[in-house]
């Protein structure tokens, strides 16, 4: 098997296909989304709907996740909170500020910003693997998520955890040839671009409008959000 056309392959043809079926599937959905519109209010505002958007951002994305206490969000959920938080943050910290992945950013976007050096980034590389595992194994044994879990969660699971755990792998050179595991991480993040918008992994995109519109709401009403 010729390794060499695999990963031009999958970094070329199957990698623009990929993404192209990533923006129009994302931009569809959003679309979708926004011309549901938004129902007129007629009732006077108490509060600033710009207010409530900014606080409702701060909460969500800055406080409440590191204040364990808070709500009892550790409480009642503590694997899926400490685990959780730890694979999206190690997540997007890897995809961000990794040298590697800024590199591909800046072929796409035109510019670069500065990134964490190598052994930050292998470090959280691993610890972001190892709370996936964690939720994995989470769902297997809660009764609720079992009793919830279908096909769909699983092949979420797999289709994010393949091209993390082989990105991995190859930057410590383990197992295959480099060009190898450089075609399967290549290959594996072509079919999580593709899948995205298909699946519920698309909710890191609506995330950003629900908790806007949430805010905006809790801000008009003069409420806490």
Do not use: C
Not at 36 to 53: D, E, H, M
């Amino acid at each position: 098997m010729d390794w060499n056309a695999i990963l031009e392959f999958a970094r070329g043809t199957f990698f623009q296909v990929a993404l192209l079926v990533f923006v129009a599937g994302m931009v569809y959905r959003l679309a979708r989304i926004l011309l549901l519109g938004w129902k007129p209010n007629r009732v006077t505002a108490k509060g600033s709907r710009l207010g409530g958007v900014g606080m409702s951002f701060l909460k969500g994305a800055i406080i409440w996740p590191f204040i364990p206490w808070v709500k009892n969000t550790a409480s009642r959920n503590p694997v899926i909170y400490i685990a959780g938080g730890i694979f999206h943050f190690g997540l997007f910290t890897v995809i961000l500020l990794g040298t590697a992945h800024m590199l591909v950013w800046k072929s796409l976007l035109g510019f670069g910003w500065p990134t964490l050096p190598l052994p930050i980034v292998d470090w959280l590389s691993a610890i972001a693997i190892a709370a996936m595992i964690g939720l994995f194994i989470n769902r297997l044994i809660n009764p609720v998520l079992k009793l919830i879990s279908g096909p769909a969660e699983w092949l979420n699971l797999l289709i994010v955890f393949l091209p993390m755990v082989t990105g991995y792998i190859m930057t410590h050179h383990l197992f295959f040839r480099y060009e190898v595991l450089f075609s399967l991480h290549m290959l594996a993040v072509d079919v999580l671009l593709i899948w995205i918008p298909l699946s519920r992994i698309s909710h890191f995109m609506f995330y950003f409008f629900s908790k806007a519109i949430h805010g905006a709401e809790f801000g008009k009403r003069a409420v806490t959000p």
